[in-house]
């Protein structure tokens, strides 16, 4: 489903298994199976050392290292409920070192780092 594209309405249902069930439009139904493991294998890995803008009430900026590439995943893809043509192995990730606490959540934020 593309920009522009109808609107498409699914009927989404949880089966006995966590497994996502959903009708399309036709009245077909579709099965997406939960993992709870995903094996990746990365390839174009980069290595990263950003200056990042000094947090507010500092006057240093914070130096901080990423890596980032791209994951192919082993034996599974991901794709948008409803959208069967959207599944894909391959997808982007990004990794930064931080001394946050383990488990802080943070808000979203845009790829220029300013939040949502």
Partial sequence: MGYGDEKVIVDVREGERAQV?????EGKEH??????????VVEDLQTMV??????EGQVEPVIT?????????EDRSLSV????????RTLSMSFEASNRPW??????????????
């Fill in 103 to 116: 488990g802080q959540v943070l808000p979203f934020a845009s790829p220029n780092g300013a939040p949502h």
């Fill in 21 to 25: 069930i959903y009708k399309d439009g």
């Fill in 81 to 88: 409920v409803g959208d069967p043509k959207s599944r894909t």
């Fill in 50 to 55: 950003v200056l990042n803008e000094p947090p």
């Fill in 65 to 73: 290292r990423r890596l980032r590439g791209a994951a192919r995943l």
């Fill in 31 to 40: 099965t997406y199976y939960p993992s709870r493991y995903a094996y990746f």
